[in-house]
């Protein structure tokens, strides 16, 4: 669900990178999951962490804590007017970059998660279960390739730079075009629910009952007469929604209301932000006749997620330009954001043969992005 990750507790993301990590052995999808990482690493030192997430953010600051507060830990000794985040927790330094044992340390702490999620012990064996699990990471074939000489430098980089990347992009916090307010919305998208908590609540309680129903009429055979039925439970349904827009919320419905809001305003803004990469995309081919890094290129539709989300981030970097930075600094600012997103380094600018093609891409991403017309939605 992209950035509705932020519904989920933290420590079931821990999880799933921790899984997502150990259960490949393809570089890309390491350097991918350690930009998660990162992002989830940062997030340890917000002070709005839901409570259901405050013991384990805490434990993690205890466990990073060395590397952060560590005066220079970059060669520099940081001030308050230099800091990127501050909190009850501490600050951290703007010029801070999370340096490679870190990284270690983090990889460590999602495969400890991954195996605890898994294998319950006894509270009398929790010191025994800890060391088995460190036992067994240090078998596993991802720790002996970073924990190697001979082998760590192919992967370092490329880990290193995707952690640092998801770390920076957590304490800069999402783009504006993923904070836009819209609409109320009468139904959420059709993966509202998936994989989430049960929210507690009167208003999450009826939407489950309500939910089951209509799920357990869709597996049943047709019942003749059923229609008025089945539109009554939607109507309830669509009223329920609408009251997760109200300003007088129920403080016992809060926080369902606000994961409702949330999920529908990320898939509204998503919808537009693509719409907005996709312009800046094809504005480029048809600049550079068709090529794009040397090579034909595909069109939008047929690009993987991987291909098409530099493009975001590109959409992204156009539309948070500071004010009064040339349309030049721009192009240049966005391209080198595109290529930090593939974890690599960008091209001189100067001597940059694509330069006209990515001041189209500009241009086109900007133009769409006034004229605000990203994909309709359905009549709320």
Same mark, same amino acid.
């Given at each position: 669900?992209? $950035?509705?990750? #932020?519904?989920? !507790? ?18 890309? *999808?390491?350097? #991918?999951? #350690? ?14 962490? !839901?409570?259901?997430?405050?013991? /384990? ?37 703007? +010029?801070?970059?999370?340096? /490679? ?52 430098? %192919? ?31 009468? *139904?959420?998208?059709?993966? /509202?629910?998936?994989?989430?908590? *049960? ?13 089951? @129903? ?12 059923? &229609? ?17 827009? &109200? ?11 606000? +994961?409702? &809001? ?8 998503? &919808? ?13 081919? %048809? #600049? ?6 040397? @090579? ?14 530099? /493009? ?9 330009? !500071? ?5 030049? $600094? ?15 380094? @960008? ?34």
């Amino acid at each position: 669900m992209g $950035e509705t990750k #932020s519904l989920v !507790p933290r420590v079931v993301r821990e999880v799933a990178i921790g899984h997502a990590l150990f259960s490949t052995k393809d570089p890309e *999808e390491w350097k #991918s999951r #350690s930009e998660d990482l990162g992002e989830l690493c940062a997030e340890v030192w917000h002070d709005d962490l !839901p409570e259901r997430d405050r013991a /384990w953010a805490a434990a993690h600051r205890e466990s990073f804590r060395k590397w952060v507060d560590d005066p220079g830990p970059n060669g520099i000794e940081p001030v308050p007017s230099e800091s990127a985040l501050r909190g009850s927790h501490g600050h951290i330094p703007r +010029a801070f970059t999370p340096p /490679w044992p870190m990284l270690l340390a983090a990889v460590e702490r999602a495969f400890i998660a991954f195996v605890d999620a898994f294998e319950e012990a006894p509270a009398s064996d929790s010191e025994q279960a800890a060391a088995g699990a460190a036992s067994r990471l240090h078998r596993t074939y991802l720790w002996r390739i970073l924990s190697s000489d001979d082998t760590a430098e %192919q992967h370092r980089p490329g880990m290193l730079r995707a952690f640092q990347r998801g770390f920076r992009h957590a304490l800069r916090g999402a783009p504006s075009s993923m904070k836009r307010p819209i609409p109320p919305m009468l *139904e959420p998208p059709w993966y /509202w629910g998936a994989g989430l908590p *049960e929210y507690p609540g009167p208003s999450a309680a009826r939407e489950r009952a309500l939910r089951a @129903a209509r799920d357990q009429a869709l597996r049943a055979p047709p019942v003749p007469g059923d &229609r008025h039925g089945w539109l009554t439970r939607q109507k309830e349904l669509r009223d329920l929604y609408a009251s997760a827009w &109200r300003d007088d919320v129920p403080e016992e419905d809060r926080e369902w209301a606000q +994961a409702v &809001r949330d999920c529908c305003a990320w898939h509204v803004n998503r &919808r537009r932000r693509d719409a907005i990469a996709r312009s800046a995309y094809e504005s480029y081919l %048809q #600049s550079s006749g068709g090529v794009f890094d040397g @090579a034909p290129a595909r069109p939008w539709s047929n690009l993987s997620h991987h291909a098409s989300e530099p /493009w975001r981030a590109f959409a992204d970097r156009v539309e948070d330009a !500071p004010d009064g930075e040339s349309e030049i $600094e721009t192009a240049e600012a966005a391209a080198r954001e595109y290529w930090d997103t593939l974890y690599r380094e @960008a091209p001189p600018w100067n001597s940059d043969p694509d330069q006209a093609h990515w001041l189209a891409a500009v241009r086109a991403a900007r133009s769409k992005a006034q004229a605000d017309d990203g994909p309709p939605e359905r009549a709320r």
